[in-house]
């Protein structure tokens, strides 16, 4: 070990060694998924960063005198996490582990140098990021909200209703799956109409975004009807909400994380308004149960 490696504590070098291992897995990373961009410019910023992160790498590489690997499974991860869910939110999962590490960096710089260039580096990755935000479903996300926001309100009410009228999963699914088609083409025609009235010529994209997340809200919500028997209504609703609370969780978060949005005001303002209208929905079916003598 060199004479550089010799002044530096025990503690500072394991510092080290994990933040090196972190650069060169975050320099495949961003390999892997600029590989997987076609539009130019994303692709351009991706490859600096990447190219950045392996001069890190090296940077340590002199006080440690270790030669390290990307750890693949990570890289892979990301990469499908990218391809699944957006390269955007992928990058700024990334970005919040990097916020740490330029934390970790401050205090090695009384020690190394050169971490002082490096959290500089770091700092500035963050902002070509943001600046770098062109992905195309990023431009929907209001759309996917509108979708989103309509099934969850509207479906949720209605299979509340519809468990206490007539208390069987498979009737109950079969009504709510009629519903849901039925409204998700309804919404994704009007969604299309409007845009087109506005003069937009991505009328077409955005009515399959709202489309897609009406449909997929409708499924989710369904599915505890078809998988319990026909008597465990109940169970089957209970069920149903709480995957109403989980698709909210997952949607906002996901927003969240890639828009830099708040996350905790507007779950909680969606959850709320989702399961009010449940409740509402559900007093409202024993109502009519009871008032019409409906007895299946």
């Known amino acids: ?74 890289v892979w991860w990301r990469t499908l996490m990218a391809s699944l869910l957006g390269f955007t939110f992928t990058i700024k999962l990334m970005e919040s582990s990097e916020a740490i590490a330029q934390h970790n960096y401050s205090d090695l710089i009384k020690e190394v140098p050169e971490a002082k260039e490096i959290v500089a580096e770091e700092e500035e990755h963050e902002h070509a990021l943001i600046n770098m935000l062109e ?22 009410g209605t299979l509340a209703g519809l468990t206490l009228a ?76 709480i995957t109403v609370v989980a698709i909210i969780a997952a949607f906002n978060y996901y927003i969240a994380v890639a828009k830099d949005l708040p996350f905790k005001r507007r779950f909680l303002e969606m959850a709320v308004i989702s399961l009010s209208v449940a409740a509402l929905s559900f007093v409202v079916g024993l109502i009519v149960k009871n008032a019409l003598g409906v007895d299946i």
Not at 38 to 67: F, G, S
């Open 1 to 74: 070990m060199d004479k550089q490696a010799r002044k530096i504590s025990a503690e500072a070098m394991a510092q080290m060694i994990a933040m090196q291992q972190d650069e060169i897995t975050d320099h495949a990373t961003y390999k892997a998924i600029a590989k997987r961009i076609k539009d130019t410019h994303n692709k351009r910023v991706l490859e600096r960063i990447a190219a950045e992160e392996k001069k890190h790498y090296e940077m340590l590489k002199k006080y440690t005198n270790r030669t390290l690997k990307p750890e693949s499974l990570k």
């Open 166 to 241: 007539l208390q069987n999963t498979r009737i109950i699914a079969l009504s709510g799956l009629i519903t849901g088609i039925s409204a998700t083409l309804s919404m994704a025609s009007s969604e299309f109409l409007s845009a087109k009235s506005e003069g937009r010529t991505d009328a077409l994209k955005s009515s399959f975004y709202t489309g897609i997340a009406y449909l997929v809200t409708v499924v989710l919500l369904i599915m505890p009807y078809l998988l319990f028997s026909p008597e465990k209504y109940m169970l089957a609703l209970v069920t149903m909400l």
């Open 135 to 156: 992905e195309e479903r990023l431009q929907y996300v209001g759309s996917m909200v509108l979708g989103l926001n309509d099934a969850l309100v509207e479906l949720t």
